[in-house]
């Protein structure tokens, strides 16, 4: 986890889920990591209909906390297109195609039994 005040993760969170909005990203979730794990304060995790468009949704959200904040991201799994990972350091994105996100169902693993994340 960064050493980034809250208001600089807020921000860096709003930025990231108005970026997956524009980019037409479904099922977009965020669950609240903060006292849970120590990898980051935030889990967002979304699909993209095809693997071209997981792949676009992932490289514009990395150019945009790039050009926006200044932040650089590092990113695995786009050379598939199956599920992209992009970690900020405070906040890590996952663009799953559906089929993959069914399968690994990382919201049921993160949330706590009975709780619903929001967007």
């Known amino acids: ?29 965020q669950i609240d ?17 095809s693997s071209r468009q997981v792949t676009s949704i992932a490289e514009k959200l990395v150019d945009k906390l790039k050009h926006d904040l ?7 799994g786009k050379e598939t297109g199956d599920w992209v990972l992009i970690d900020t350091g405070d906040i890590i994105v996952h663009v799953f195609r559906p089929e993959v996100r069914d399968f690994y169902q990382l919201e049921k693993m993160w949330q706590p039994a009975g709780s619903a994340a929001s967007a």
């Open 70 to 76: 200044g932040r650089s991201s590092r990113i695995e």
């Open 33 to 49: 990591l903060r006292g849970k794990s120590s990898i980051g304060d935030f889990m967002v995790i979304c699909s993209g209909r």
């Open 1 to 29: 986890m960064a050493l980034n005040d809250s208001a600089t993760t807020d921000t860096q969170l709003a930025h990231i889920l108005k970026s997956l909005d524009d980019n037409k990203a479904e099922d977009i979730v």
